[in-house]
């Protein structure tokens, strides 16, 4: 088991430009999740699935766009890169409390982008 | 609606000294608790988590932490710090009937002095 994948690992934008970041789970978990974290901040949500072909916004979702086409995949836009969006982006993945009895969650090991 | 407060940002201990890192929380459902440990640079490894059975629980490498309703605490402990044990630490609270969503403190980074 790979767990949670991330792709890319590290990436250097220009104001502007665009990209996506692709996060993979082979653990077939129901909810997928996008976090950004910050200097001297805890994780906060950008965006999270609760299932294939759903999505729903988190707490800090402007500027990004998110899709769920397979249930494996969770993938995150950045449509037009500011410098404010320069993080550490963690993808993270989990079960419902029904199937698995907590929330755990397991996390990717992280995209660093830098928006110049 | 859930929250989650680490009350100390920065802890020092020496090595060799016990370890107390705190967290209180609050939820309108039965929570989840977590904590957390990031090293400088790398992703975010769980360290324990308490999911209603018992209210000590044991985690890796000699942390436990202690579920308290009554105060909404859930406090991370070791007995003897090490050198290794320097990061970042995460308390978290998640609760099913909101979608899985958890909700992270702030960290306390954690110094080892030798």
């Known amino acids: 088991n790979a767990g949670v994948t991330q792709t890319p690992k590290f990436r250097v934008l220009k104001t502007g430009q665009s990209m996506t970041l692709l996060c993979a789970q082979d653990?077939?978990?129901?909810?997928m999740y996008w976090y950004r974290q910050d200097p001297g901040m805890g994780l906060r949500l950008i965006h999270y699935?609760?299932?294939?072909?759903?999505?729903a916004k988190g707490e800090v979702p402007d500027g990004y766009n998110v899709s769920r086409l397979k249930k494996q995949n969770f993938l995150l836009g950045l449509e037009s890169a500011a410098p404010s969006q320069t993080s550490v982006y963690f993808c993270?993945?989990?079960?419902?409390?029904?199937?698995?009895?907590?929330?755990?969650?397991?996390f990717g090991p992280g995209t660093r982008l830098t928006v110049l | 609606a859930q929250s989650v407060t680490q009350l100390d940002s920065h802890v020092s201990v020496s090595e060799g000294t016990p370890v107390l890192l705190r967290c209180n929380y609050s939820?309108?459902?039965?929570?989840?608790l977590f904590w957390y440990v990031q090293h400088p640079n790398k992703g975010l490894q769980l360290l324990l988590k308490?999911?209603?059975?018992?209210?000590l629980v044991k985690g890796i490498n000699g942390f436990e932490a202690e579920f308290k309703k009554s105060e909404t605490s859930f406090h991370l402990t070791k007995p003897s710090a090490h050198m290794s044990d320097a990061a970042e630490y995460f308390c978290?609270?998640?609760?099913?009937?909101?979608?899985?969503?958890?909700?992270f403190g702030d960290g306390t980074t954690l110094t080892v002095k030798p």
């Open positions: 993270a993945s989990t079960s419902p409390v029904r199937t698995s009895g907590y929330n755990e969650q397991f």
């Open positions: 653990m077939n978990h129901e909810y």
């Open positions: 699935s609760v299932g294939e072909g759903t999505t």
């Open positions: 939820s309108s459902y039965s929570p989840s």
């Open positions: 308490y999911t209603s059975a018992a209210t």
């Open positions: 978290v609270v998640s609760g099913d009937t909101n979608a899985g969503k958890s909700t």
